[in-house]
């Protein structure tokens, strides 16, 4: 049974296209996030979402708009894909936002940009 | 600018001996530290934590030391295994207080059988 799962595992697109990512976590968190680790493995924080609430948004483009349907559901959007968004995004959640909760994470989502 | 730092990025060690992975951090507002393991093609695996209050936490092989006056922390794996080989990732929060995780760039660990 997979925690955290991230769809698609793979995506290639167009510059200029809008598309999205799925994530869906079967933990009972309450807290979900997604990082964003770009071509230098560097993992970065994009957006934090606790009970449905955006409660961090890390000074991401607003290109980037993350859609939270329900607690266990964190979707991100992305408009006019740039070259610069190719990257590996994670999705991770937590049981709740405290700091030092450990995050589970979804195994990823490669987006390339052509 | 990188709050999280792991200045190795590669280290070999060989089966049975032990495994020392550093990292170092500049934002004294970081109360909490979290040792992540990652696979290729999955994601990061949360392996082991330890609270700014604390100088030293173990869990099984694996120990994590915290020196806050030098703000480093290491860990150990001992013994090493080959099944540990991956890139370990260290990671710290308390900076916002909404678990917000800062991430180093990573070690790559290779245990030679």
């Known amino acids: 049974d997979t925690a955290v799962s991230q769809t698609p595992k793979y995506l290639v697109t167009q510059m200029g296209n809008d598309k999205s990512i799925k994530c869906e976590q079967n933990?009972?968190?309450?807290?979900m996030y997604w990082y964003k680790q770009d071509s230098k493995k560097f993992l970065k924080i994009m957006f934090s979402?606790?009970?449905?609430?955006?409660?961090i948004n890390e000074t991401v483009p607003n290109r980037f708009s993350p859609k939270s349907p329900d607690k266990a559901h964190l979707n991100l959007h992305i408009n006019s894909l740039e070259l610069g968004d190719s990257a590996v995004y994670f999705c991770?959640?937590?049981?709740?936002?405290?700091?030092?909760?450990?995050?589970?994470f979804g195994d990823g989502t490669r987006l390339s940009i052509l | 600018d990188q709050q999280v730092k792991q200045n190795s990025p590669s280290l070999s060690v060989q089966e049975g001996r032990i495994s020392i992975l550093n990292c170092d951090y500049t934002?004294?507002?970081?109360?909490?530290f979290l040792w992540y393991k990652k696979y290729p093609a999955e994601g990061p695996t949360f392996l082991i934590s330890?609270?700014?209050?604390?100088d030293k936490n173990e869990d099984g092989r694996f120990t994590v030391f915290l020196n806050k006056s030098a703000k480093h922390l290491s860990l150990h794996i001992v013994p090493s295994q080959p099944g540990d080989s991956a890139v370990y990732f260290c990671?710290?929060?308390?900076?916002?207080?909404?678990?917000?995780?800062?991430f180093g760039t990573g070690t790559r660990l290779t245990v030679i059988p």
């Open positions: 990671a710290a929060s308390g900076q916002t207080g909404a678990n917000n995780l800062f």
């Open positions: 979402y606790n009970n449905k609430e955006l409660i």
């Open positions: 933990l009972g968190h309450d807290t």
């Open positions: 330890i609270s700014s209050i604390k």
């Open positions: 991770a959640s937590s049981q709740g936002d405290r700091d030092g909760e450990p995050q589970h």
């Open positions: 934002n004294s507002m970081f109360d909490y």
